[in-house]
């Protein structure tokens, strides 16, 4: 099992100061001294995007800020794991990183349709996404589970899958979650999907009463039931998945950013951003 923190404000990663992805022209004046330090930065901006691949200034990812401690607001910034990781990936590359805050079925329209040069949201690899999106590697590990009250009949994920089931399942729309209680359930005829536009939106649904459950990621079920009383989240998992990065199909960006995301993963810079806001218990 793991543990929220609450993270310190993350501004300073993510107001990262461009260090030159792009370059300018020399001076075809005579040398002085600043113009050689034009010339000497121009240079060094050319190496770096030769290196890189990429030839933006800024690059913008596409988010729903919605899903702690991944994502989520802290006054009027976004913060979270996916935030921090994109800016380690951003000044690993040269770039400055903006983050856009959309619903999340709107992520990978925005990624495919150039709006966004990429997306993370804890967001799962799967074979519907693949029509639209190209992916990293996986970074991270994600764990679906259930939501009930606590005087809930459902005890199990079984129960769900029990002959005869009929529940009302609520969901944040267009997440795994939705996805698999789709396809294992509503398509059996064994449960209603109702689908919320936010993870805390089911929540709610669930307290009073509308709906008989809420399947979502662990990590956010955790916060949702230590900030209401009556939940509890059951001991049996439905699913375990990867998260990555989406990216649109063909972009000259996927092979550049997967290869700082990679160097991330093995310097350790990853790990240590996972453990600042959640830890083995």
């Given amino acids: 099992m793991k543990k929220l923190f609450t993270a310190a404000a993350?501004?300073?990663?993510l107001t990262m100061a461009l260090t030159g992805c792009s370059s300018s022209d020399s001076s075809s004046s005579a040398a002085s001294s600043s113009a050689a330090a034009s010339s000497s930065a121009a240079t060094s901006a050319e190496a770096d995007s030769s290196s890189t691949g990429v030839d933006k200034d800024v690059l913008i990812m596409a988010t729903n800020a919605e899903f702690p401690p991944y994502e989520y607001y802290e006054g009027e910034e976004i913060v979270g794991i996916d935030a921090e990781i994109a800016a380690a990936i951003a000044e690993k590359l040269g770039c400055e990183l903006q983050i856009e805050d959309m619903a999340f079925d709107s992520i990978v329209l925005a990624v495919s349709q150039g709006k966004a040069d990429f997306g993370m949201a804890g967001m799962t690899v799967t074979e519907?996404?693949?029509q639209s999106v190209d992916f990293s590697d996986s970074y991270a590990t994600g764990v679906q589970v259930v939501i009930v009250t606590e005087d809930s009949p459902i005890t199990s994920v079984d129960d769900l899958f029990a002959?005869?089931?009929?529940?009302?399942?609520?969901?944040q729309n267009g997440t795994t979650g939705d996805i698999y209680t789709?396809?294992?359930l509503e398509s059996a005829g064994l449960a209603t999907i109702e689908r919320y536009n936010k993870g805390a939106d089911a929540v709610q649904a669930l307290l009073t009463g509308k709906i008989d459950c809420v399947v979502i990621d662990?990590?956010?079920a955790k916060a949702f039931v230590e900030a209401n009383e009556g939940l509890k989240i059951l001991d049996t998992e439905?699913?375990?998945?990867?998260?990555?990065i989406c990216f649109a199909k063909d972009s000259a960006l996927t092979d550049p950013v997967n290869t700082a995301l990679n160097e991330l993963i093995e310097d350790g810079t990853v790990q240590s951003i996972i453990d600042k806001y959640i830890t083995a218990e």
């Fill in 128 to 130: 519907d996404r693949l």
């Fill in 182 to 184: 789709t396809d294992d």
């Fill in 10 to 13: 993350l501004i300073a990663t």
């Fill in 218 to 220: 662990n990590e956010p």
């Fill in 238 to 244: 439905y699913v375990v998945e990867d998260y990555a």
């Fill in 163 to 171: 002959e005869g089931a009929s529940h009302k399942i609520g969901v």
